[in-house]
């Protein structure tokens, strides 16, 4: 009995204490609030740059064709369309050059301008690809910065919690 009496004692003198903390917590909650704003403003930079992306594609009035690997008839407006039209140039060029890139063809046969064309039009509709890609790690990166400014936030304002030690002699 006498030790569960001195077990009680032992916990009471242990009891926690809510404590400010040692040392002014402002620049955590500082640094919190500018991962929030830097993650609006990468948030809003990253749709800004797919909208307009996703819009001057669908100027181009760009349409799949219909032996396309998938997405026949449809409008190139997204990185997915993009990349499946790309390939469907890429396709009908080698089929017009039996094969043959426009650095493997002879500089005077006919199809090498037809081959370069397509070349060029490849390589802008990988360029958006790309721009779609870097739009969505930035809206990523912004969600990202967003939880982390919110946790350094709420860290920040969590109180303190300390638990006096006691030492058996």
């Known amino acids: ?16 204490a809510v404590e400010p903390p040692a040392r002014s917590l402002g620049g955590v909650k500082v640094v919190g609030t500018l991962g ?13 740059a797919w909208i307009m992306v996703s819009s001057q594609l669908r100027a181009e009035n760009i349409i799949v ?10 409008q190139v407006a997204g990185p997915l369309t993009a990349y499946v039209q790309a390939e ?10 039996g094969g043959q890139t426009y650095a493997e063809l002879p500089m005077d046969d006919p199809t090498r301008a037809t081959v370069m064309n397509a070349s060029f039009l ?6 958006s690809v790309v721009a779609f890609g870097v739009s969505a790690f930035a809206i990523g990166i912004g969600i990202l910065s967003i939880m982390f400014g919110w946790s350094f936030r709420r860290m920040a ?6 638990k006096k030690a006691t030492f058996a002699p």
């Open 88 to 97: 469907t140039i890429q396709h009908h060029a080698l089929e017009a050059s």
């Open 36 to 48: 929030i704003l830097a993650g609006i403003l990468l948030i809003a930079v990253g749709l800004t």
């Open 65 to 74: 064709p219909d032996d396309a690997s998938a997405f026949a008839g449809q």
């Open 1 to 16: 009995m006498t030790e569960s009496t001195s077990n009680s004692n032992t916990s009471d003198s242990q009891a926690a």
């Open 122 to 127: 490849r390589a802008s509709l990988f360029t």
């Open 157 to 162: 304002s969590a109180p303190v919690v300390v």
